[in-house]
RNA sequence: GGUCGCGUAGCUCAAUUGGUUAGAGCGCCGCCCUGUCACGGCGGAGGUUGCGAGUUCGAGCCUCGUCGCGACCGCCA
């Protein structure tokens, strides 16, 4: 038995009253009556009031909040009265025999039971940070749900296997991080920004099922649901078509909610594809927790008075809407507000009207026929008191546009209460039917949607050389409440397939193609199973499991929005040593 | 890189139109207190209002710059 301790701060119950414990943890609170001392003795588990008589042991005055002491002492039932049936521990205290105090704590740099403190102060001193309950119970939480994940893919045959976090550049996508070679003067690994060509190159050896928590990095900017190395649960399979992964993973979520939420999830999840989300949110990853749907009025103003949406009909483009129930008293700044985001998100303007004391208000809709209205009316399903906003362009930046807004609209409509997003409901989906390329603009070539290694669907193949966006991939999202958990696909498996995507549709020369993924390709080559995968967000998953706003809310230390670690202080500067045998020279900025 | 927001005591926040010596609660320090659990009572310490300029008789408040933090956009195959 520890010296430590007999029992932990959440154990004992009226059963242990007259039993002689010794508890050991942090001192959470004191209350100090002079003549009798009460402290509330913290561990991982729980609070355990223990009860001192400072002329026996006169050290109890001085405790202060984070000592860490050690307790022997006598449970009793708690006086008549005095229960607390807050606490879990609340019907008895240990009426205290010895003390010992371990060790003393500096003065706290803020009340460790404050939730509302700087961000900067908590990173700066994570370590009291993470004594927190909720912080304990966040990062318990995480490691249920990995155990959860471990034990569901252990038992479908997965083996997990590490891959190297040195591993070679690939300027595709995001910026990555660099690491110089000493051996190598001038030469750099990469940092992985996820191990997508050695699950693959792994399907290839013949292992069938990988797996791994594995932890990826970016050198990109940060946001609350962004760290520049952040963990996937990372997997990949042989001879599945989707179906077999959407089986998988859904047993995988299944497990995940029951073990951490004890919620039985439904499924399977409903699949949606790319166009159909696309259509009626306006997003490849929907939340459909709330209605507000996009709704198509192209063929009711093909011959509109008003120019802007016969105009774009014309030019083949699409007139849709949104119905934002309840805004019709919307402020003129709330509309420009609105009508900024609708210009960020490439819209020229934006139409609305507001239904307010029976009457239609807008600045167009004067031009509209009574036909049109009446369209309006019935597939908007307007009533009074509803404020409809419209977009005109061509369908994707459209659908985009409307999408954007929606979303928007959802959070304003929810603070002001007139819009309902039911808690504790689980809207997962996938949405599969991505176009495998799209054009880009800027560059005048095509450019993988997600990654260059997703298999076409095979009725599409033909179409690759031909008119490569029309072409869908094998690719899937797994989207929660409208936040993208995961995405994956089937790979493409034959060698003269990938080849061309690379140069025949991507257009990546030849020799960079194959000093960039020839080792790939030869690969597939030496007879390369059909395999996909999936890499789901393990940080966003655990935020959402723990109803925390940001993934730095279920990561032990993480950094703050400028990358940085505010505790240990990095990055930090190298010695010129270690830059000499780098053969590096840092260029300090101006200033 | 851009837009917006924030920055006042250790923490969370006040401070009327620009006007006296910048306040409160918690925490901290000292004394008192045997049933508290947001313990209570009395007393005390604690401030370059992020920093620097400017406007003004006078700036926590207005202006400009700068630094820090956050959210979002760009970016994230």
Known sequence: MSTYRTHHCAELRLSHAGSEVTLSGWVASRRDHGGLVFVDLRDREGLTQVVFDP?????????????????????????????????????IEVHALTLDVLNRSETPPWPLDEENVNEDLRLQYRYLDLRRPRMTRHLRLRHAVASAVRAHLDGEGFVEIETPMLFKSTPEGAREYLVPSRVHPGLFYALPQSPQQFKQLLMVAGIERYYQMARCFRD?????????????????????????????VEGMMRRVWK????????????????????????????????????????????????KVFAGAVAAGGVVKAINAKGFADATQGQIDLLTEHAKAAGAKGLAWIKVE???????????????????????????????ILFAADAWAPACDVLGKLRTILAEILRKLGK??????????????????MTFDRDSQRHVSTHHPFTAPVPEDVPLLKTDPTKVRGQHYDLVLNGVELGGGSIRIHQPEVQRMVFEDVLKIPKEIADSRFGYLVKALSFGAPPHGGIAVGFDRLCAILCGAESIREVIAFPKNAKAQDLMTNSPGEAEPRQLRDLRIQAAKPQG
């Open 419 to 436: 819009l309902r997003i039911p808690e504790n409901t689980w809207d997962f989906l996938w949405v599969v039917d991505f176009p495998l």
């Open 55 to 91: 002329q026996n042991l006169p050290g109890s005055h001085d405790l202060r909040s984070e000592d860490v002491v050690r307790v022997r002492g006598k449970v009793a039932a708690r006086p008549e009265g005095t229960a607390n049936p807050k606490l879990a521990t609340g019907e």
């Open 259 to 306: 073990t951490a939420l004890g919620v039985d999830l439904a499924i399977p999840f409903p699949r949606l594809s790319f166009r159909e989300a696309m259509d009626t949110f306006g997003s490849d990853k929907p939340d459909r927790r709330f209605a507000m749907r996009l709704v198509d009025l192209t063929d009711a103003f093909r011959a509109s008075a008003f």
């Open 357 to 387: 004391g029976g009457a239609w208000k807008s600045p167009i809709v004067k031009f509209f026929s009574d036909a049109e209205k009446a369209a309006l009316a019935e597939r908007l399903a307007v009533e009074e008191g509803d404020l």
């Open 220 to 248: 990109e900017d940060l946001r609350a649901d962004r760290q520049p190395e952040f963990t996937q649960i990372d997997l990949e399979m042989s001879f599945i078509e989707r179906e077999d992964l959407y089986r998988l």
